[in-house]
């Protein structure tokens, strides 16, 4: 039987569904479907269903799965298993089958019009009715008794009229076409992982601020234009209008089974070297799900790490006066991210894994980091480097959580500033000193505490380790060289006495 989450992806569209075998190889399986009951509701009633045109089934497993009267022109059944299927009255038109099993397939009515069955088998089928107008056969490969049908209607491509069915979507461009070729948008991809409850708007995804009870996976490609700046996800209203447009943007979101995000993590950061290790980043307060996104993108590109990076976004209400609920979705969420590096620390095995955490997400780290070292401590070996960025985190708190982070992974670093507004005023909501602000300065043993004497937040504010280049400065040195705080340019000695505190040269 056909593979649940594949049969979901089907809906999704053949856009999203070719871009998710570009971006993960896998063998799909949608054996014993029938391709009617995976259309959307919206496209019955219409005079065609040509929803499955131009899908890429190439080696998929479509064994006695029931194509019947449906439209898969332009589509790729390279290598494909379809024995057993029903393609009766089916459309095929320009569609590829080189290799594919096509034995015993009922083909009856089938317009198989300037199709490729170059290597493929019939042994068995039923193809008598079948129209194969200019399409690519080899003589041998059909049934003996059915042959001199088929080869006649091969045999007639030249002056076959389509009835109807040629169309723009089925025939080849002409020679000499002057339009030009669509030019690739560069991109950067963010993997995600995430708690948060799936949107769905026909065939467009996101995800928004309700809690979910499982993690959901994928990969988003984000648009990252040439007059992107440093420290910048785009320009204000006003600067656009004269500058232009330079808004990172989510171009593409392809959801993935945790088998294929794991896949892709394996393929990517497996054997991670140089400038382009594994990094996790886990965002703050008031982030929707595209927020988080085009923050860890930036925050990725700037950093150079052209692998992409990784992304856990828990489910913020994305709003201002959502603090309260933010609070208890991000205590819920660490055990939910437990599970998360577990698994990423499980396949990335021999690789060193960097995690970033920004302001209220340094909560959802540090619990997930205090659970992972009370049970499981040889696991964090792993992690290579820990950042904590404007870590909305009770001080009290973090004396009893900083032994389970700096005893069982790598370096840990965390950047403060005296002059966070919004850590100032979490402060004062609580009544008790935050780790990412000062003063109290936070210091603890084998913690970096680096602190960035800038108080412009009209430049830099609260989201100051994404804005600031010579924090990502300091970052880039320290997730791909693993440096030392005294060999990075960046930072220097703090007057106290404590060999942990350091400042930030801006």
């Not at 950067?188 to 928004?208: D, E, I």
Request: proline fraction near 4%.
């Amino acid at each position: 039987m056909a593979k649940t989450e594949h049969v979901e992806w089907v809906k999704d569209g053949h856009a999203t569904w070719n871009d998710r075998r570009r971006l993960v190889k896998f063998t799909p399986d949608l054996s014993g479907l029938n391709f009617r009951e995976a259309v959307p509701e919206r496209y019955f009633g219409e005079p065609r269903f040509d929803f499955f045109r131009r899908f890429d089934f190439s080696g998929a497993n479509l064994r006695e799965a029931n194509f019947a009267g449906l439209d898969f022109s332009r589509s790729k059944f390279d290598g494909a298993d379809l024995s057993g299927a029903d393609l009766t009255d089916a459309v095929f038109i320009n569609a590829k089958f080189s290799g594919a099993d096509l034995s015993l397939v009922q083909a009856q009515g089938a317009k198989f019009i300037q199709a490729d069955f170059f290597g493929a088998r019939f042994e068995g089928a039923q193809l008598l009715g079948a129209n194969f107008a200019g399409s690519r056969i080899e003589t041998l490969s059909i049934p003996y008794d059915q042959r001199p049908l088929v080869l006649e209607s091969a045999q007639r491509g030249s002056e076959y009229d389509l009835e109807g069915w040629a169309n723009k979507a089925h025939m080849q461009p002409r020679l000499g076409s002057s339009k030009p070729l669509p030019i690739k948008e560069p991109t950067y991809q963010v993997l995600f992982a995430t708690n948060r409850n799936l949107l769905r708007m026909g065939t467009n995804m996101s995800f928004g601020s309700s809690r979910n009870t499982t993690l959901s996976y994928g990969s988003c490609e984000v648009f990252v234009p040439k007059s992107h700046k440093v420290g910048s996800i785009g320009s204000s209203f006003w600067k656009r209008l004269l500058r232009g447009d330079d808004r990172l943007k989510i171009r593409k979101l392809v959801l993935l089974d945790d088998e294929l995000h794991w896949q892709l993590v394996r393929d990517n950061f497996s054997n991670s070297k140089g400038a382009s290790p594994p990094t996790i980043l886990i965002h703050g307060y008031n982030n929707t799900f595209d927020d988080a996104v085009l923050w860890a993108a930036q925050i990725g590109f700037d950093l150079g790490l052209e692998r992409g990076v990784s992304l856990f976004s828990w489910p913020s209400k994305g709003t201002l006066n959502g603090y309260a609920a933010d609070e208890a979705t991000v205590e819920a969420s660490k055990y939910v991210l437990v599970e998360y590096l577990l698994e990423f620390l499980n396949n990335t095995r021999g690789v060193g894994v960097n995690v970033i955490a920004h302001s209220m997400g340094c909560r959802c780290l540090t619990g997930a980091l205090e659970i992972i070292g009370n049970k499981q401590p040889d696991k964090l070996s792993g992690v290579n480097q820990i950042i904590l960025a404007a870590a909305d985190v009770d001080q009290d708190v973090m004396k009893h959580v900083g032994p389970h982070i700096t005893l069982n992974s790598g370096r840990t670093t965390s950047y403060v500033c005296g002059g966070d507004v919004a850590l100032s005023a979490s402060g004062w909501l609580h009544d008790y000193a935050r780790v990412g602000l000062l003063p109290p300065i936070f210091l603890f043993d084998k913690i970096d505490t680096v602190e960035v004497e800038k108080t412009d937040l009209l430049s830099w504010g609260h989201g100051y380790i994404a804005e600031a280049k010579p924090i990502l400065n300091d970052i880039f040195q320290i997730i791909t060289h693993s440096a030392a705080p005294e060999k990075r340019f960046s930072i220097k000695p703090s007057s106290s006495s404590s060999s942990a505190h350091w400042k930030l040269i801006d």
